[in-house]
Structure formats: C-alpha cells, structure tokens
C-alpha cells in the first residue's frame, strides 16, 4: 500500500450517527475568527462560546476561521475554514455542504455514520477526518479506531481500515477505492488537530498509534 506522509486540509461533507437520541443539540466549545449560526429563517448571527446549536442549525465558518462543537454524549466535531454544517438527529444525519470537519466519538457514542456525497464510512470509537472537494480528491482518514469506507459506485467493494490507515478517492471514481497508510505523526500537524484549545478526547490513544507505526517500521528495517 502507498504511503502518504503529507499533513492533508481536511474537508468533508455528510455524517450520521446511530446514537442519536443523545446528539438532539450541541454546544459551541470553540470559535476561532468568522463563525456564524444559519437558523432556519432568520439572519445569520455570530456564533459564541456556549452558544447551542440545535437541529436544523447550520454553522458556517469564514476564511482561515474554526469552531468546536460538543454533543452531549462528549463525542466533538471540529471544523476548518470555509465549511457549511449542519446535522438533524431525526433522521441521524450530518450535513457539510462544503468545509473540512473532524469527529472524534468514544464507543459508548454507537456507531457512527459519516456519508459524503460519493461514499459512507462506518466506524465506532474513533477519530476521523474526511474530506470532500467537490473538484478534486476525497479523503477519509482514521487516526484511532477501525472502520469501514465504502464508495457509492461500489457498494461490494468496501474497505475496512484501522489507525492510520487512509482512503483518498476522486471526486468522480471509476474504480474500486484501496487503503494506504498515512504516518499520523505528521497528521497532528493538521489545523483540526493542532490549532485548537483543547486536546482531542483520543489524544493519548492517537499518540499510542503513532509509537505503534515508529516500532512497525523499526521493524521492517531490521
């Protein structure tokens, strides 16, 4: 498999989660420049700290800006610059129109759902980043946990991937989607991962993973 050592901008579209009886509303942990709340018929409105985002609400930020939010079951959803999201439990669905995000649910969070416009992945437990140009590449990329990638086209072509494992697609695939390996220590460079006030739920498990990838490729040079 093609190792990718590249720090990527991480950008996704639509996720969904199982659980979501728990995911009913969240709470803005984190804003970094432009970030507004998009409620249904009413003008945009600068997004606070504490500030609740609830079903329905989209929250979109601006040119190199950020935010956090945090559900109730503690799971997080970081987004980039230039991202449109939203999400509705009812129907257990998250929606990024454009932007990077990046999820991180503990276990007790179910099975969790991510579906862009040309794939879904299926993972539990985890820290993901997805990306979605609508122009260039896709990206799903687990830095803990396992899941399951599967492109639309190609519904009995799925790839299961675990920690450090990445898929990374055309926006318009012909073909079956294949795993590479991604050195996650150069993923924590990332703006999701880095650039933000608190550390990842998972931090000491993604840096467990990356002790793992250091002794595997020891290894191999042996």
Same mark, same amino acid.
């Given at each position: 498999?093609?190792?990718?050592?590249?720090? @990527?901008? @991480?950008?996704?579209?639509?996720?969904? +989660?199982?659980?979501?009886?728990?995911?009913?509303?969240?709470?803005?942990?984190?804003?970094?420049?432009?970030?507004?709340?998009?409620?249904?018929?009413?003008?945009?409105?600068?997004?606070?700290?504490?500030?609740?985002?609830?079903?329905?609400?989209?929250?979109?930020?601006? $040119? /190199?800006?950020?935010?956090?939010? $945090? @559900?109730?079951?503690? !799971?997080?959803?970081?987004l980039?610059?230039?991202?449109? +999201?939203?999400?509705?439990?009812?129907?257990r $669905?998250?929606?990024?129109?454009?932007?990077?995000?990046?999820?991180?649910?503990?276990?007790?969070a179910?099975?969790?759902?991510?579906?862009?416009?040309?794939?879904?992945?299926?993972?539990?437990?985890f820290?993901?980043?997805?990306?979605?140009?609508?122009? !260039?590449?896709?990206?799903?990329?687990?830095?803990?946990? /396992?899941?399951v @990638?599967?492109?639309?086209?190609?519904?009995?072509?799925p790839?299961?991937?675990?920690?450090?494992?990445?898929?990374?697609?055309? !926006?318009?695939?012909?073909?079956?989607?294949?795993?590479?390996?991604?050195?996650?220590?150069?993923?924590?460079?990332?703006?999701?991962?880095?650039?933000?006030?608190?550390?990842l739920?998972?931090?000491?498990?993604? !840096?467990?993973?990356?002790?793992?990838?250091?002794?595997?490729?020891?290894?191999?040079?042996?």
């Open positions: 498999m093609k190792k990718y050592s590249v720090a @990527f901008v @991480f950008v996704v579209v639509v996720g969904q +989660f199982a659980h979501a009886t728990n995911q009913q509303e969240a709470r803005v942990t984190e804003v970094v420049r432009q970030v507004h709340l998009l409620e249904s018929q009413a003008a945009p409105r600068p997004a606070t700290v504490n500030a609740t985002v609830r079903e329905g609400a989209a929250v979109r930020t601006g $040119t /190199d800006s950020r935010a956090e939010l $945090t @559900f109730t079951d503690l !799971s997080i959803t970081r980039g610059a230039d991202t449109v +999201f939203s999400f509705n439990p009812v129907t $669905t998250y929606d990024l129109g454009s932007g990077a995000i990046l999820i991180s649910a503990p276990k007790g179910g099975t969790v759902r991510i579906k862009t416009a040309i794939a879904t992945c299926a993972v539990n437990g820290t993901a980043i997805v990306e979605r140009r609508a122009n !260039s590449h896709n990206k799903f990329i687990l830095l803990n946990g /396992d899941g @990638f599967t492109l639309n086209k190609f519904p009995q072509n790839c299961r991937l675990h920690y450090g494992q990445a898929v990374i697609s055309p !926006s318009n695939p012909t073909r079956p989607p294949h795993v590479c390996d991604v050195d996650l220590s150069k993923v924590l460079n990332g703006r999701l991962v880095h650039d933000f006030k608190h550390k739920p998972e931090s000491a498990l993604i !840096s467990a993973n990356i002790e793992k990838q250091k002794e595997t490729a020891s290894e191999a040079q042996r």
